[in-house]
């Protein structure tokens, strides 16, 4: 049982580090956005007379307004999963935000498959029912 806790301890110790680096990629999303909003600024002010059917702009904003939410929607969860491993209850949130994590890219991909495969051992689920 006590291989298991430490198991469990590490994957928390991943867990906050995934989210940490989550709210931080999130940064991207913002400058993506920022560069929408100049763009469209600069496109509506501009005098020459080339008349587009829309913004274009406004595409790089709502991508970067999607991703931003997007980032900080998984960071936070992540931050909570690392909680919930720590106290040992949700497992089936856990669970869940493995599978998420999955989607999120290669790191996301690791952490995702590794934390599956430790959950599903038995001495695992026994420790989250005691809890």
């Given at each position: ?7 469990l301890?590490?994957?928390r ?15 991207v ?16 002010n ?6 587009l ?13 999607i ?5 900080i ?14 106290n ?6 856990i ?25 599903s ?9 005691k809890?």
């Amino acid at each position: 049982m006590e291989a298991a806790k430490n198991n469990l301890n590490t994957f928390r110790i991943l867990y906050l580090v995934k989210g940490i680096l989550t709210l931080c990629f999130s940064i991207v999303f913002i400058i993506y956005g920022c560069l929408g909003f100049l763009i469209g600024a600069m496109a509506e002010n501009s005098d020459t007379n080339t008349e587009l059917p829309f913004n274009f702009g406004w595409i790089f904003a709502i991508i970067g307004g999607i991703g931003l939410l997007f980032c900080i929607t998984i960071g936070v969860l992540t931050l909570l999963a690392s909680k919930y491993i720590k106290n040992l209850k949700n497992y089936n949130f856990i669970f869940v935000i493995a599978v998420v994590n999955c989607l999120t890219g290669i790191l996301g991909i690791v952490l995702g498959i590794f934390t599956l495969i430790e959950l599903s051992k038995p001495e695992i689920k026994t420790l989250f029912n005691k809890a």
